[in-house]
C-alpha cells in the first residue's frame, strides 16, 4: 500500500455516534496564531503530542513521521500505551486554555509531575495539519473525535465559533481496522496490533492532511528537538520511525 485511502475519520464515520459531542470555541485567529506564531517550528508541534504523552503516564511512546522524501505519506502518528481517554477525556482535551490535568484529585492519581502547560497542546497540530484525530480506549471502549482546523472561519471582530464534534464509539475494532488505514498506521509507527488488545489503555494521535511544514521535518533535528524535551525518566520509552530516543540529560 503506498497510499493512504483517504481519511481515518471516513472509516471512523460510519460508527455509533455517542448523543454528547465535544464542543470546541475557537476562533480562526487563534488557529492562525498557534499554527504561525506560537508554533512555528514544525518540531515544536510534535514534541508538545509527546509531552502529553507522557503526561498521560505512558511507558511507551511511538511517533512516526514521513521523510521529506517520502511524499507518499500524508499522516503524522503518535502513539502511547498511557491512561487514555472516555469521554468525558475527550470533552477535558477541548477546553482550550485550561487543563483539568492540573486538577489536585487527578494529579494525586498520577505517576509523574506533569510537564505540559496551558493545555493547549494539541493545538499545536494545526502548524503541521489540517487535521487531527484521537483513537483512544479507556474503560473497555474504543472512542475517536476529529477536529479540522480549517472549520475555524475568519472573523472581522476575531470572535469565536463554537464547533460540535461527535464522538464516535468503534465498537468492531477488527473491522474497523480492515475497513481503514490503521495496518499502515502500526507498520510505519512500529506499533504491536496484536498487543493492543492486551492494552488495557491506549491513545493514536493521528494528523493528516500535511501542510508544507511537515514535509520539512528531518530525522535527525527531530530526534534532537525530543530528546533535550524529555526528562530523565527510567519508566518511558520514545521511539521515532522505530529508533529509540534517549534523553540528551542521560
Known sequence: MNQSPGLISDAISGYTQLDKPVEVSMSH???YLLSEQLYQSPLKAIEELVVNAYDADATECRVYVPLPSDTQKNFVVVFDNGIGMNQDGLMDLWQIGQSNKRNQDIESRRKRKQ????????????AIANQL???????????S?????????SSPTGATRSLELPVHCIDDWNR????SYMPEIFKFAQVDSGALSNTKSWTFAILEDLKPKARKITKHNLMWVLSTAMPLQHDFRLYLNGEEIHSSKE
Request: glycine letters at 10%; charged letters at 15%; proline letters at 0%.
Open 115 to 126: 510537564i505540559g502547560k496551558f493545555g493547549i497542546g494539541k493545538l499545536a497540530a494545526c
Open 145 to 153: 473525535v476529529t477536529v479540522n482546523f480549517t472549520r475555524f472561519s
Open 133 to 143: 484525530t484521537y483513537v483512544s480506549q479507556n474503560d473497555g471502549q474504543i472512542l
Open 29 to 31: 485567529e487563534l488557529v
Open 176 to 179: 474497523f481496522v480492515e475497513t
